[in-house]
């Protein structure tokens, strides 16, 4: 792996030992390594190679009117009839669908493709009913559960496996990107040899199997969101852990057909399909949108991630949409809009829907319709008030994700305390609806007239004019909107998206957000002399000012009006702004960080002036940096939901203020509606970001409903960044997007804030840009369980915000209180051993009392199960009761779960600077005898540099360092004494054990082959190592190559990593310098303490107190090192570890403990 520019290996010969390298030859060779980590970046984002990606366009839609022919014959109420799949049809005509699809010629299914499924016996007894009359048709489907036989039934049904083949053989072929099938009979309760509950076939089941043996696939995922439990499915493919099942069905423990155990959450699979089988059960009616969704973001989204389909069948029974007289829901169309649009970054856009269940009419049409508008690419429609997650369906969740957590990665690590702590939250019990008039009103928003034009873009060459004019290496640079503008135009993204001509903001629109005070200061910088811009410009914090800077900020702001004009007019879909200079971290009276006025928080008010005061607008930052400006703009309004993920380290990163933590909330009416997700270190990547984005962002976002979403889009996070140390990739940032799309009605827009690497922001906005235009999202490589200190993070935050959004509060008991009730052997949560004995019923006859007596697809006022859905009340006003009625709940919350404490801040830190100010000529700051600075310097976004003769120094230090031997650790070991004369020992043997988990202390002796290191997912070792070298995270720790027994002089001797990756996290030497003495800050402990390479803290360790580990889990800082033996160790790599940067720190200490360096 390529070391950090400022810790790498610099490839020139050093001069002689005791002589320092020339200046111009020291400046050479780091712009020469700098320039090759640049190089090196940019090859690997080429290998994307998005100018080759063939775009696939189109959805498949398939049906024959042959498939309407077959009926019940003695029972015209049956309701599995004809009409399920003609109303359809005609409603899909009668919207303009069907003309927009690429209609697919059907077939009938061969017999040898049903047999890939089904028993030849099987097959060869429903053929025979084409030659049975009408009494033997009666009597064989006796011998079945819910099941009619028709003369034409059996071709009806190679019909439906045939149209759903031939979807998927476009849809693998590239001819098409996804596809629906309007099909019938449904199959999903088939099983291999026995027709049930209206299936005689398990159309998807032979699906999969034809795509895995025809079209090479290895892992498909079949989810099924019909209200009946697809069972024929899962017994299909219970041992099988090339396809997921995932079911979201009506369970009510047990009581709803098909009445088995096997339907609930702890049915998991068997032998190598263990794990692979997901139920979702509903255990009471009149779930709605807000469940449904629920679902999706917190179980299927995450183990979809970790499962990486290469296909998704979707089992679409529209029982669960409300009217249907069978699911007793209250979910809408509307809402499969979104749970299609949810799928489609998988599996390379491969969906494909096929019709199961659905027996109100109109409710399955229009569902039906809603889910093929989603295929076609157009927005996700605006979701109805209000939209609260029920207490029953947390607690479904909640259960599944006990009992899949074993199983999967994904689900693992949020853990928001005991079962019992939560106070119970519901939403009020059902009201009386008129089913048709609530159709309309979600078909309405469903079919709103789409925006001729899908993207709009800004651009104007004239923002370029704002730079530096005394650093032009400064990393807010006119290049940075050029190279994306020209990136854009190389992969002809520019003629795709509509342009938006540039403007200049007006002093009056800028008021909405500065004070006059500060505009006209500004404005004055227009007329200054050179001298006197660099003197204004040290007023602010990390901020050149040039003639030009004030007339690009104008514009900057006017550019982002005009595309959110735009969008909120519907002359595009969505919006791009690529602009500058930056505005998240400007004040209302303040530039700061490289922002003069706040691009985005201008935008919100800007469209709130235009339609109301009162239209909901979502921020989303995930600039690596947090927006402070924008966070005050709006901390106290209720109208903007600010989210924002971001760099915090403790406080010690830009902008270095307690403001960017997670327990900052807002106040006022604002209380609940800003949320911080601060990452306390660096190399967070893809695998924090999308837990972020499925665990807190996404289900906030749904609850708020934003009229309109705005993307603060600061691309410092992404990999190769010189500011922000993250490891986000461009796949990242695009599956972001898409996310993001799903709200407001697809009204979204991007403006462009910080980024510093030039390769990185390109490559990141263009995927950006190309999921705004509606491609499918890259291929985003399988994602690893994010870092300890990341989900110790998103805990934190879910912990504070639960109060305010109650689709935060799952009911997930904590690991180890998992561990002691299982240990216990206490009957679990989800335990059936006191559940009344299952009955067998009906799939018709269990329908709740207030709809007997009425036809199936009646549309009258129909009470959903108001006696299930009888739920204690929220203790304050709900949300359809508040002014505010779409944003967070006030829910009085009683949790006896403790909070960590907050670390101290310390009061002589050095707080940190996006880039350094060159000081004016007549500096403030004034300089003491020793020649160091008397003044304080003012904390700024980039790291404050020393001196040009300091850093020729340093860099000519690492120049001789890099030659010097490794020192041996043993050696170290061997040589030096701790004071503490505690020893541990086991009679005498010392046992060395690999570590199980992260958090393994520093004690804990490994050897390890350094040519290899050890895997747990089956790779080879020096595969995993690279890959995860690539990925910025740390392999898995080797297991003891041999065990070395302790005695009188014992020496530990172990081999350490070369290459870890977070030595970025090591910091220098503080000015205060160590003292290798000092005892544990904690317990004040003398033996065996660490010291923290990144704040320079110091901890007992394991064998003492163990405070080392705790000081790793709440601050995330990976590196440490013994006062006691000088060896180091990374808590991410769970090993230890050597390189030459940790050379300097480790000559102090030497020499501070024993009165001379280390030996050359």
Request: hydrophobic content about 35%.
């Amino acid at each position: 792996m390529e070391p950090p520019p400022e810790h790498g290996r610099l490839r020139a010969k050093p001069e002689k030992k005791g002589r320092r390298p020339p200046a111009g030859q020291v400046k050479k060779q780091v712009k020469m390594e700098r320039s090759h980590v640049e190089d090196d970046i940019a090859t690997t984002l080429s290998k994307l190679h998005l100018e080759s990606d063939r775009i696939t366009e189109g959805t498949a839609l398939c049906y024959d009117d042959r498939m309407a022919e077959p009926y019940c014959t003695w029972d015209s109420r049956f309701p599995e009839r004809p009409e399920r799949v003609t109303t359809t049809m005609h409603k899909i005509h009668d919207y303009g669908l069907l003309d927009r699809c690429v209609v697919i010629e059907s077939r009938l299914a061969v017999k040898e493709e049903i047999m890939l499924i089904h028993s030849a016996d099987y097959v060869e007894r429903i053929k025979s009913t084409e030659k049975m009359d009408a009494d033997q048709l009666r009597s064989m489907a006796a011998n079945y559960d819910m099941i009619y036989l028709h003369e034409k039934i059996y071709p009806a049904c190679c019909l439906a496996v045939g149209c759903i083949l031939q979807v998927v053989d476009n849809v693998m072929r590239g001819v098409v990107r996804n596809g629906l099938a309007v099909v019938r009979p449904p199959g999903h309760n088939a099983l291999s040899d026995t027709a049930n509950g209206y299936c005689i076939f398990n159309n998807l089941a032979i699906a999969a199997r034809y795509a895995q043996k025809e079209h090479n696939i290895e892992r498909v995922m079949i989810i099924d969101w019909d209200i009946h439990h697809g069972q024929g499915t899962q017994y299909i493919f219970e041992e099988d852990n090339s396809v997921l099942c995932f079911s979201i069905h009506r369970y009510e423990h047990g009581d709803f057909w098909p009445n088995l155990a096997e339907s609930d959450c702890t049915a998991v699979g068997s032998g190598s399909g263990k794990g692979f089988n997901i139920n979702v059960p509903w255990n009471k009616t009149g779930m709605a949108d807000a469940d449904y969704l629920a679902a999706f973001h917190n179980v299927l989204l995450p183990v979809a991630h970790e499962f990486r389909p290469q296909l998704i069948l979707v089992a679409a029974g529209f029982s669960g949409v409300i009217g249907d007289p069978q699911g007793n829901m209250l979910t809408l169309p509307s809402c499969f809009t979104h749970l299609t649009h949810m799928l489609q970054p998988f599996a390379s856009g491969r969906v494909i829907l096929a019709l199961e269940g659905g027996y109100n009419l109109r409710s399955t049409a229009e569902a039906t319709c809603a889910c093929l508008k989603s295929l076609l690419g157009d927005p996700c429609p605006m979701l109805e008030l209000p939209y609260v997650t029920k207490h029953s369906a947390l607690e479904s969740i909640s259960t599944v994700i006990i009992v899949q957590r074993r199983f999967w990665k994904s689900l693992r690590g949020h853990e928001t305390g005991n079962v019992r702590d939560n106070a119970v939250t519901q939403v009020p019990r059902a009201r009386m609806l008129d089913i048709d008039r609530a159709l309309d009103r979600s078909m309405l928003e469903v079919m709103r007239p789409v925006a001729p034009h899908h993207t709009g873009l800004v651009y104007d060459d004239r923002m370029k004019e704002h730079k530096n004019l005394w650093e032009m290496d400064h990393p807010e640079q006119p290049q940075r909107i050029a190279q994306i503008h020209a990136r854009h135009q190389e992969l002809n993204l520019l003629e795709r998206c509509q342009p938006i001509p540039a403007k200049l903001a007006t002093e009056m629109e800028l008021q909405r957000c500065h004070s006059p005070r500060y505009i006209k200061d500004l404005k004055q910088s227009q007329n200054l002399k050179p001298r006197d811009l660099q003197r204004m410009s040290a007023e602010y914090n990390s901020i050149y000012i040039c003639p030009r800077t004030y007339e690009c900020a104008l514009m900057a702001v006017g550019s982002t009006f005009n595309v959110v004009e735009a969008v909120l007019t519907s002359q595009v879909r969505n919006g791009l702004a690529i602009v500058r200079p930056p505005g998240h971290h400007a004040e209302k009276d303040m530039a700061c960080g490289f922002c003069f006025f706040n691009n985005v928080a201008l935008a919100a008010r800007h469209a709130q002036s235009l339609y109301s005061s009162k239209m909901r607008v979502l921020i989303l930052d995930w600039d690596v940096h947090h927006g402070n400006g924008t966070q005050h703009m709006f901390e106290d309004d209720p109208s903007v939901l600010y989210i924002s993920l971001h760099r915090y380290d403790n406080g010690m990163f830009f902008p270095n203020s307690d403001d960017a933590d997670y327990d900052k909330v807002g106040h006022g009416n604002g209380e609940g509606f800003n949320v911080n997700i601060p990452w306390n270190g660096s190399r967070m990547g893809d695998p924090e970001y999308m837990s972020a984005f499925m665990a807190i962002v996404m289900p906030i976002s749904y609850q708020f409903q934003p009229d309109l979403v705005l993307i603060s889009a600061g691309f410092d996070a992404a990999q190769g960044d010189p500011l922000g140390g993250c490891k986000v990739t461009p796949e990242c940032y695009a599956h972001m997007t898409h996310m993001l799309m799903s709200l407001g009605g697809g009204r979204v827009v991007m403006v462009l804030e910080g980024g510093y690497n030039l390769s990185s922001i390109s490559e990141s906005m263009t995927t950006c840009t190309r999921t705004l235009l509606g491609d499918t999202p890259p291929y985003l490589e399988r994602l690893s369980p994010p870092l300890p200190s990341a989900l110790d993070s998103m805990n934190k935050v879910i912990a504070t915000q639960r109060k305010y959004w109650p689709c935060l509060q799952l009911l997930i008991p904590e690991m180890d209180s998992q561990r002691r009730m299982l240990k216990a052997q206490k009957p679990s949560m989800w335990s059936q051993q006191n559940e009344p004995p299952i009955r067998r019923g009906s799939i018709w006859a269990q329908t709740d009392t207030s709809s007997q007596g009425r036809p199936p697809d009646s549309a009258s006022l129909y009470s959903v199960g108001t006696m299930d859905t009888q739920e204690s009340t929220y203790k304050g006003e709900s949300p359809g009761e508040t002014s505010q009625s779409r944003g967070p709940s006030t829910i009085s919350l009683q949790s006896n779960s403790t909070q960590d404490q907050e670390v101290e801040a310390d009061p002589q830190r050095r707080k940190l600077s996006l880039w350094p100010q060159a000081a004016p000529p007549s500096s403030s700051i004034v300089e003491s005898e020793g020649g160091r600075s008397s003044g304080q310097r003012r904390s700024s976004l980039w790291p404050l540099m020393p001196s040009e003769t300091e850093e020729l120094h340093h860099q000519a230090r690492r120049l001789s360092l890099s030659l010097r031997q490794m020192p041996d650790v043993g050696a170290d070991s061997a040589d030096t004494k701790p004071r503490s004369k505690a020893k541990v020992t086991l009679g005498g043997v010392t046992s060395i054990r690999p570590a199980n988990d992260a958090r393994s202390r520093p004690t804990e002796q490994k050897e390890s082959d350094m040519s290899a290191s050890g895997s747990s997912k089956g790779q080879s070792d020096s595969e995993e190592e690279d890959r995860c070298c690539r990925q910025g995270r740390c392999p898995e720790p080797p297991a003891p190559i041999f065990t070395l027994t302790s005695g009188p002089g014992m020496v530990y001797t172990v081999v350490p990593l070369t290459n870890c990756p977070q030595l970025r996290a090591v910091s220098a030497v503080p000015d205060r310098g160590l003292d290798v003495w000092q005892a544990c800050e904690e317990c004040g402990a003398e033996g065996e303490n660490w010291v923290c390479l990144s704040c320079y803290k110091v901890y007992c360790g394991r064998y003492i107190n163990s405070h080392m580990e705790g000081h790793w889990a709440n601050s995330g800082h990976p590196i440490v090192l013994s006062y006691a033996d000088l060896s180091t160790w990374c808590y991410g790599c769970d090993a230890y570890i050597h390189h030459e940067i940790l050379l300097p720190i480790k000559e102090e200490v030497h020499r501070l403990k024993f009165g001379q360096g280390m030996a050359s």
